[in-house]
């Protein structure tokens, strides 16, 4: 997953930050579609029932960091 959402956020002008300690592997094809915030929605919510739920924490200087849903966006 982690390089998957890294090419599409380089596409959209964003960086990824990925702060999970391991690669969530990605076990189904999904097709996602919407503007830039629905589109990273939709991908965190088919996190739900991986090992490690995630969520973005959007940053003014077009970074998405990628977090435990768990983690708190301000550390």
């Known amino acids: 997953m982690r390089n998957a ?3 599409w956020l380089q596409q959209q002008g964003w960086q ?6 391991d ?3 990605l076990e189904f094809n999904a097709t996602f579609t ?3 915030k629905s589109v990273l929605t939709q991908v965190m919510q088919a996190t739900n029932h991986m ?3 995630t969520r973005v ?3 003014t200087n077009n970074v998405i960091r990628v977090v ?8």
């Not at 990824?16 to 300690?21: M, S």
């Not at 435990?68 to 550390?75: G, H, K, S, V, Y």
């Open 23 to 25: 690669d969530l592997p």
């Open 57 to 59: 924490c959007k940053h």
């Open 51 to 53: 090992r490690t739920p």
């Open 5 to 7: 959402l890294d090419r």
């Open 34 to 36: 919407g503007d830039f």
């Open 68 to 75: 435990a849903r768990a983690a708190n966006c301000q550390e």
């Open 16 to 21: 990824l930050a990925w702060k999970i300690d």
